[in-house]
């Protein structure tokens, strides 16, 4: 766990997300469906966002702007900087031998990290729109699926899924395949197990997400 | 002496940042095993942070057990905060880490019944009192209409000290639906908008009873740790900066020392209830 302060690349447009890119600074990238709190200007809490692409020199954010704080995120310019801590959690188990991406919205925001890493296996993505569909473009080997068709509708068997989407979804696709590695979201306050804001409930008992996931095995 | 507010910091999980503090204070111990409220748990508003945990602990057996062995092992001073329902039950925890290597135990007191609330103070403090010897601060809630009248409850039952403050009730509403943003609607305000309000209590329970005071409430930096040392506290406590950002202790001390420093003071202590001028209170002792 390290924070620093990071300078602001750039934001590109990514039909309604923003992909804000930051220098690297000595931050380790961590594991795909790791997570970073990251300090948005003017608010008092950071917000947790999975990495989506790290290069040598940079990392990436895929962001949905929905609220002040995302707002303020994706609204950075060249020259800003900001707070970055992490990496945090659990990642995505990478020892599978066939490996499917399925995501939801925002929820693809991890793949294009843990798609490079795991040598683009193929990909299913669900988006509520055609213009949320253009994010497809980051995650190589995707197929698209656009609202009423659901991912669990282009479902193939014979993998070991990697999921990452909202929360019905990943219930739906633990349900078709209980094997599922399910990278889950909540709303956090630290990111490092001191808030317990985190809790979700797994296998009966209210457990840190921070802590315990955000990549779980089983259904939360 | 710089401490977490309690539920504040995880010593377990976040080692490295317990070790930068003078003391850690636990999440608040309860009887028994609490799972704690339904997410939605937290929310960020303007000027603060609502939450509403609900105490999630795995009770005294288990902290006992397991728990606090494993915070001793890490080198660290440990404060236990203590809750329960009834008076008996705050005693009855009290008695049960009475025998073990704590340096204080702070009773997490809440306050349910406002239409009076220094007699609420006073029977847990003083079934706490004889149920231990170990260093006793009160927790109070600055929710009550003369927090004064509540830290002198508390002096005379026996507490060697207080913290000040609790989180106080706030509501956030979600922008489009309008519902409460929190499972169980309201929660606790802390953070930048509870400041104020703990230098007020501060400053008053000084005035009321002059027992060393542990300030809590929206301390960012080392200058508003100054303040509360300035109303009359000995130590403070980091709360939800503690959040934003695990590595606050060391920069608020380094600050606090600098903020003293550049007002004359010697030390940060020199400037101890330095708002109130004139000679100190006598502190209240126990009516026998």
């Known amino acids: ?67 002040p704080g995302t707002k303020a995120l994706t609204t950075l310019v060249r020259g800003e900087r900001l707070h970055v801590l992490g990496p945090l959690g659990n990642g995505f188990r990478l020892d599978v031998a066939r490996p499917l991406l399925v995501g939801g919205g925002i929820g693809l925001a991890p793949f294009p990290y843990l798609s490079e890493r795991l040598g683009r296996p193929p990909a299913v993505l669900g ?94 | 002496m710089i401490l977490n507010a309690s539920g504040c910091l995880d010593a377990l999980t976040a080692p490295e940042v317990a070790h930068t503090l003078d003391v850690f ?46 915070l001793l092992d890490l080198g660290v001073s440990v404060w236990v905060s203590v809750g329960g329902f009834a008076a008996h039950e705050y005693a009855e925890i009290c008695a ?27 029977q847990i403090v003083a079934a706490a009192r004889a149920a231990t010897t170990k260093t006793l601060y009160a927790k109070l809630s600055p929710s009550v209409p003369d927090v004064g009248a509540a830290a002198v409850a508390a002096a005379r039952a026996g507490a060697d000290g207080l913290t000040l403050v609790n989180t106080i009730r706030g509501l956030a509403l979600d922008e489009l639906t309008l519902e409460p943003k929190l499972g169980p609607g309201v929660g606790g305000l802390s953070g930048p908008a509870l400041r104020p309000i703990a230098l007020a209590a501060v400053f008053a329970a000084y005035r009321a009873t002059g027992l ?38 060391v920069r608020v001390r380094e600050e606090l020392e600098r903020e003293a420093s550049a007002r004359g003071f010697a030390t940060p202590l020199a400037a101890y209830a330095a708002a109130h001028g004139g000679p100190p209170p006598t502190p209240l002792r126990r009516v026998a």
Not at chain 1, 32 to 59: D, I, N, V, Y
Not at chain 2, 97 to 122: G, K, M, Q, T
């Open chain 1, 127 to 220: 988006f509520r729109s055609q213009e949320h569909a253009e994010a497809a473009a980051l995650v190589p080997n995707a197929e698209v699926v656009v609202e009423p068709r659901l991912v669990t509708e282009a479902l193939r068997p014979g993998h070991d899924v990697l999921a990452c989407g909202p929360e019905p979804m990943l219930r739906a696709v633990a349900e078709l395949d209980p094997g599922a590695q399910l990278a889950w979201e909540a709303p956090m306050a630290c990111g490092y197990g001191a808030c317990y804001g985190c809790a979700v409930e797994i296998g009966g008992e209210l457990k840190r997400l921070c802590v315990e996931g955000p990549v779980l095995e089983r259904a939360a």
């Open chain 2, 212 to 249: 060393p005071i542990v300030g809590v409430g929206g301390v960012e930096t080392g200058a508003h740790g100054l303040e509360l040392i300035a109303a009359g506290a000995s130590a403070f406590a980091l709360g939800t900066v503690l959040f934003a950002d695990p590595e606050a202790p």
């Open chain 2, 96 to 122: 049960r880490l009475d025998h073990e290597p704590i340096a204080a135990i702070e009773l997490n007191v809440s306050c349910p019944n406002v239409s009076s609330p220094e007699e609420e103070v006073e």
């Open chain 1, 1 to 67: 766990m390290r924070r620093e302060l990071l300078d602001v690349v750039r934001v590109d447009e990514v039909g309604p997300y923003r992909l804000l890119r930051l220098k690297r600074g000595r931050l380790e990238s961590g594991a795909p469906g790791q997570f970073f709190m990251l300090s948005p200007p003017g608010r008092l809490l950071p917000r947790p966002m999975s990495l989506s692409l790290a290069t040598r020199t940079e990392l990436g954010f895929l962001i949905d702007p929905v609220g």
């Open chain 2, 25 to 70: 204070v636990t999440k608040t111990v309860t009887p028994l095993p609490r799972e704690g409220n339904q997410p939605v748990r937290i929310a960020e508003t303007d000027f603060g942070m609502l939450n509403s945990i609900g105490l999630a602990n795995p009770g005294i057996d288990r902290f006992v057990a397991d728990t606090l062995p494993r």
